[in-house]
């Protein structure tokens, strides 16, 4: 079975955040990832992790405003100086989380933007922070992400972003592989893990099921094959990454939600 991590942002709602970590170690988890750890104190997030024997595995870089409707600011013109900014606390938290990779989300377009310049932006802040991230020998990751959730995404297809990683040819710039977001936009998912997990493009992978983001043992992906096809192909091409459990539990956040909803991790 593939090495599974709990997203403590989409995981456990019924504790309130810091208390996450505990709930996810008890039902087996080694390794979490979540989405933006800011509003907590790093030293107390690395505490929780070491009291409860967890790794940190991923994390996102400050997106923007969130709660105004950011959704990243790589690809944005003008925004560099707080592009910059954003990986610059980022790498504090994952110095201290000691968290080897930092998915930077890439932004909305904006109406009427033209593409070529956005495209421009986004590599020019990729290499930098790639670039700064590699100093502190941590690697960037870039995920495509579905128009469904997020309309305007700058960033939508795998085939696209693995050409944004070849053409700026930083080895710790590489891609974050949802595969919820993969069945969504394009399908094909278990062809598209055997195509690119050997790339060594891949740095981290997480799952949910479709459309309904819940468990994955329900909707339109097979997730019994597509752990078969993960380990086959990973003892093939040596990948060791993890697939990050970014699900929203069927349960919601009643007590004991998360963990009655592990029976597919349970076999
Ligand atoms: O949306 C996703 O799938 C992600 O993993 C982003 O990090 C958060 O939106
Ligand atoms: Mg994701």
Redesign the pocket.
């Known amino acids: 079975m593939p090495r599974f991590a709990a997203n403590l942002t989409m995981l456990y709602n019924e504790h309130n955040f810091l208390d996450r970590f505990a709930a996810a170690a008890q039902d087996g988890f080694c390794a979490v990832e979540f ?1 933006f750890p800011y509003e907590q104190a790093a030293k107390d997030l690395a505490l929780r992790l070491q009291d409860n024997g967890l790794q940190q595995v991923l994390f ?1 870089a400050p997106p923007g405003d969130w709660a105004a409707g950011e ?1 990243g600011l790589a690809c944005l013109p003008g925004r560099e100086a707080a592009f910059r900014d954003s990986m610059e606390r980022a790498l504090d938290y994952a110095h201290t989380l000691q968290c080897p990779r930092i ?1 930077v ?1 890439a932004g909305l377009a904006p109406a009427g933007a033209d593409a070529s310049a956005l495209r421009a932006t986004y590599l020019a802040n990729l290499a930098w922070a790639a670039n700064a991230a590699a100093a502190a020998g941590r690697e960037v990751l870039i ?1 495509p ?1 579905n128009q469904r ?2 309309p305007g995404y700058f960033l939508n297809r795998q085939d696209a972003a693995h050409a944004i990683v070849q053409e700026l040819n930083a080895p710790n710039l590489k891609v ?1 592989f ?1 595969l ?2 993969c069945q969504v936009v394009e399908g094909d998912v278990a062809t598209k893990i055997r195509h690119y997990l050997p790339t060594g493009r891949v740095g981290h992978m ?1 799952m949910a099921s479709v459309p309904e983001r819940h468990e994955p043992d329900g909707g339109e992906l097979n997730y019994s094959y597509l752990f078969a096809v993960l380990d086959e192909v990973s003892q093939a091409c040596g990948w060791e990454g993890w697939l990050g459990c ?1 699900y929203r539990p069927r349960l919601g956040a009643v007590a004991g939600a998360t963990s009655q909803g592990l029976g597919w991790m349970r076999g």
Do not use: S
């Open positions: 989405l996102n959704r998915h989300m995920e992400i959730d997020m974050q949802d919820y977001h997480q970014e």
